[in-house]
């Protein structure tokens, strides 16, 4: 499985952005989808993951409410909606694939990663 993400770049405080992820997969609708993120001096972290069919998502509090993670199977993509942004949210921004059903929010329960794309929000 090879992922590649896009649609980082730099966005003021309160703009918006959206992260694209697309599998190169014949099976892409047999992948729990995550996005993860790692800012700088920290540790990698859960942002959001959806289900197969994408009837499940869970979100990270801290993006609650500004964050929606949805996936088209047919386009074999997964997308990130980044709205009301703030500086903290300065990160690297990875997506990952997991072979197993549960919907994971640990590192480990994910087994392919995108390269990341940059996303940097200014005040």
């Known amino acids: 499985v090879q992922l590649q993400a896009s649609g980082g770049g730099l966005v003021q405080a309160g703009g918006s952005l959206r992260l694209s992820c697309e599998a190169s997969?014949?099976?892409?609708?047999?992948?729990?989808m995550g996005w993860f993120r790692q800012a700088p001096g920290k540790e990698r972290e859960f942002v959001a993951a959806?289900?197969?069919?994408?009837?499940?998502?869970y979100n990270e509090d801290s993006v609650k409410g500004r964050f929606t993670i949805f996936r088209d199977n047919a386009k074999k993509s997964v997308y990130l909606q980044m709205n009301s942004l703030k500086p903290e949210d300065t990160a690297v921004y990875y997506c990952a694939a997991s072979g197993v059903v549960r919907v994971g929010v640990q590192e480990d329960e994910y087994h392919y990663w995108g390269q990341g794309t940059q996303v940097t929000v200014s005040s």
């Open positions: 997969v014949r099976t892409f609708r047999s992948y729990v």
């Open positions: 959806i289900s197969r069919s994408g009837g499940t998502t």
